[in-house]
């Protein structure tokens, strides 16, 4: 099958949270099931080039409201495979460094950089005169590649394609002035309450959900929890209406990159049946993080954005409390709200030796926190899927989790009678919960080093890679043609 991935990241060139891992590893799987898979994402500013980029002469035309504008697109094969991934450059839009947000926070053009981009992606298939059965678009900033398939598309070449939208977050959903629809050139009557508006407004990601031919998100759970008022985010009826047509497949991990014995990042690598080595790396975490090394201690480790959704500040609130103990220490490793930067920063300096934090983004320190942890902590509020918790516990690292989304899908509860679990949940999003859920972990670090240690391998042993789930979304593509081929040209869906 052809497939193609419109995507605004992807790892390892341009990433800001989960997102880009999923499309970095995803292609990689479909290849290996046999699919010619393509894929598509904005050239930012931060994307550094080197001899493997190939910048292509022909020039990408993309018509919008006020006549064509002029693209050109760089190939770079994804490393690991031979999947093309085509860069979109176009300076107006995508030469600034971040993807989403500046130092002085949200791009105020967001929706017309990434309605550009959704439209170039798709014109990217005229340029190459290669036509997919399949547009696999992600989150809000792609939440128009399926209106624009089955508007300005509908009757050429390009409209016969299926279109999936994954959802990675309903939380953010590219609500934007109506405005964008005249400067993509798309037809003024899909600003109605069944097409892409929203409370006055264009919502991107409504758009998507009504027009892709299927919809999926990444784990059961959350397939599930943003059908309801509180997980939907103001989309949950929409979902609802289309649940016939959603389906959650949980992300895998991409175990070239995360791999305890073959990280390069760590001093000693290590596996489930030997997992000694892997001290060294939590002797190293405590150099790089300021902490006194003692085996004795437990380190809590967090790798997150610094949102709400991640449910921080409840750490944040519960660490006086567990600093009163001489077992436990903390690393963090964090950009987000100022107030949560500064609030761990603050600690980092107050429990000298014992919190380290460091602001910023950083995949080797990052590498390290799974690694050289004892304990990872994810109290997210919600939590569409998750990786740092399929990471942590390749590593070896038990997840301290709140019991939301892909986290209820992954994680084990310990069972103190029989010993059993893969790591510890709580359900409260309080920081009296979490406090609890932490004292259970000590308990078990102190009580019964034997038992945790069979936790960690236990843990280790499971399959997350994206094998099955690759499997899964071959599975949803064809579901999508079989629909998409049944229907009529301009029929939604
Ligand atoms: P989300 O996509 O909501 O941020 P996930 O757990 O799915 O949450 O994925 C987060 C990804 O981003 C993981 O790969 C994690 O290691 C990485 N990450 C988050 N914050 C940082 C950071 N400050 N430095 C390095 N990597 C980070
Ligand atoms: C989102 C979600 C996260 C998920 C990631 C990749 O950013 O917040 O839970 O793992 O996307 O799908």
Same mark, same amino acid.
């Given at each position: 099958?052809?497939?193609?991935?419109?995507?605004?990241?992807?790892?390892?060139?341009?990433?800001?949270?989960?997102?880009?891992?999923?499309?970095?590893?995803?292609?990689?799987?479909?290849?290996?099931?046999?699919?010619?898979? &393509?894929?598509?994402?904005?050239?930012?500013?931060?994307?550094?080039?080197?001899?493997?980029?190939?910048?292509?002469?022909?020039?990408?035309?993309?018509?919008?409201?006020?006549?064509?504008?002029?693209?050109?697109?760089?190939?770079?094969? +994804?490393?690991? %495979?031979?999947?093309?991934?085509?860069?979109?450059?176009?300076?107006?839009?995508?030469?600034?460094?971040?993807?989403?947000?500046?130092?002085? !926070?949200?791009?105020?053009?967001?929706?017309?950089?990434?309605?550009?981009?959704?439209?170039?992606?798709?014109?990217?298939?005229?340029?190459?005169?290669?036509?997919?059965?399949?547009?696999?678009?992600?989150?809000?900033?792609?939440?128009?590649?399926?209106?624009?398939?089955?508007?300005?598309?509908?009757?050429?070449? +390009?409209?016969?394609?299926? %279109?999936?939208? =994954?959802?990675?977050?309903?939380?953010?959903?590219?609500?934007?002035?109506?405005?964008?629809?005249?400067?993509?050139?798309?037809?003024?009557?899909?600003?109605?309450?069944?097409?892409?508006?929203?409370?006055?407004?264009?919502?991107?990601?409504?758009?998507?959900?009504?027009?892709?031919?299927?919809?999926?998100?990444? %784990?059961?759970?959350?397939? &599930?929890?943003?059908?309801?008022?509180? !997980?939907?985010?103001?989309?949950?009826?929409?979902?609802?209406?289309? %649940?016939?047509?959603?389906?959650?497949?949980?992300?895998?991990?991409?175990?070239?990159?995360?791999n305890p014995q073959h990280d390069? =990042?760590l001093p000693a690598p290590y596996s489930a049946v030997n997992l000694g080595p892997k001290e060294e790396s939590?002797?190293?975490?405590?150099?790089?993080?300021?902490?006194?090394?003692?085996?004795?201690?437990?380190?809590? !480790?967090?790798?997150?954005?610094?949102?709400?959704?991640?449910?921080?500040?409840?750490?944040?609130?519960?660490?006086?409390?567990?600093?009163?103990?001489?077992?436990?220490?903390?690393?963090?490793?964090?950009?987000?709200?100022?107030?949560?930067?500064?609030?761990?920063?603050?600690?980092?300096? &107050?429990?000298?030796?014992?919190?380290?934090?460091?602001?910023?983004?950083?995949?080797?320190?990052?590498?390290?926190?799974?690694a050289?942890?004892?304990?990872?902590?994810?109290?997210?509020?919600?939590?569409?899927?998750?990786?740092?918790?399929?990471?942590?516990?390749?590593y070896g690292?038990?997840?301290?989790?709140?019991?939301? !989304?892909?986290?209820?899908?992954?994680?084990?509860?310990?069972?103190?009678?029989?010993? =059993?679990?893969?790591?510890?949940?709580?359900?409260?999003?309080?920081?009296?919960?979490?406090?609890?859920?932490?004292?259970?972990? +000590?308990?078990?670090?102190?009580?019964?080093?034997?038992?945790?240690?069979?936790?960690r391998s236990?843990?280790m042993?499971?399959?997350?890679?994206?094998?099955?789930?690759?499997?899964?979304?071959?599975?949803?593509?064809?579901?999508?043609?079989?629909?998409?081929?049944?229907?009529?040209?301009?029929?939604?869906?």
């Open positions: 099958m052809k497939i193609l991935i419109i995507t605004p990241e992807i790892a390892p060139f341009a990433k800001v949270g989960g997102l880009a891992d999923v499309t970095g590893a995803l292609p990689k799987a479909l290849e290996q099931l046999g699919h010619d898979v &393509r894929l598509v994402c904005p050239l930012y500013g931060s994307i550094r080039r080197d001899e493997n980029w190939k910048p292509q002469n022909k020039p990408l035309t993309v018509p919008t409201g006020n006549g064509m504008r002029y693209a050109r697109v760089w190939e770079r094969i +994804l490393p690991g %495979s031979t999947v093309p991934a085509y860069f979109i450059e176009y300076d107006e839009f995508f030469a600034r460094q971040e993807i989403y947000e500046g130092p002085w !926070g949200w791009h105020s053009d967001n929706d017309r950089r990434f309605g550009f981009f959704s439209r170039a992606a798709l014109e990217i298939c005229f340029w190459m005169d290669w036509m997919p059965d399949v547009v696999h678009a992600h989150d809000w900033p792609t939440g128009l590649v399926p209106v624009m398939l089955n508007t300005v598309y509908a009757g050429t070449k +390009l409209g016969n394609a299926a %279109s999936i939208i =994954t959802i990675h977050n309903i939380q953010h959903q590219g609500y934007c002035d109506r405005s964008i629809i005249s400067f993509l050139g798309l037809p003024e009557w899909l600003f109605r309450a069944d097409h892409v508006e929203a409370m006055g407004a264009v919502s991107m990601m409504k758009g998507g959900i009504f027009h892709a031919t299927k919809v999926t998100t990444v %784990s059961q759970t959350y397939a &599930r929890e943003i059908q309801e008022p509180i !997980g939907g985010h103001g989309l949950n009826s929409i979902l609802s209406f289309r %649940s016939a047509d959603l389906i959650g497949v949980l992300n895998g991990i991409d175990t070239s990159v995360w390069k =990042t939590k002797k190293l975490l405590c150099e790089r993080f300021g902490l006194r090394y003692d085996p004795k201690k437990a380190i809590m !480790g967090v790798v997150s954005r610094l949102y709400e959704q991640k449910g921080l500040d409840l750490l944040r609130h519960a660490v006086p409390r567990l600093m009163e103990r001489d077992d436990v220490q903390f690393v963090i490793l964090g950009t987000g709200e100022s107030e949560l930067e500064y609030a761990f920063s603050e600690f980092h300096g &107050r429990y000298q030796g014992r919190f380290g934090t460091w602001i910023g983004f950083d995949d080797e320190r990052a590498h390290l926190i799974y050289g942890a004892d304990f990872f902590l994810m109290p997210s509020r919600f939590e569409p899927c998750g990786l740092g918790q399929l990471y942590a516990m390749a690292t038990i997840p301290i989790v709140r019991a939301t !989304g892909g986290l209820v899908d992954t994680v084990r509860q310990y069972r103190s009678e029989d010993g =059993t679990g893969t790591g510890f949940l709580f359900d409260e999003p309080s920081s009296d919960a979490l406090y609890k859920c932490i004292l259970r972990a +000590l308990e078990l670090w102190n009580g019964n080093p034997e038992r945790l240690h069979n936790m236990r843990a042993r499971q399959d997350f890679s994206w094998d099955s789930s690759a499997n899964a979304y071959s599975n949803v593509y064809r579901w999508a043609v079989e629909a998409r081929n049944g229907q009529g040209e301009l029929g939604i869906g």
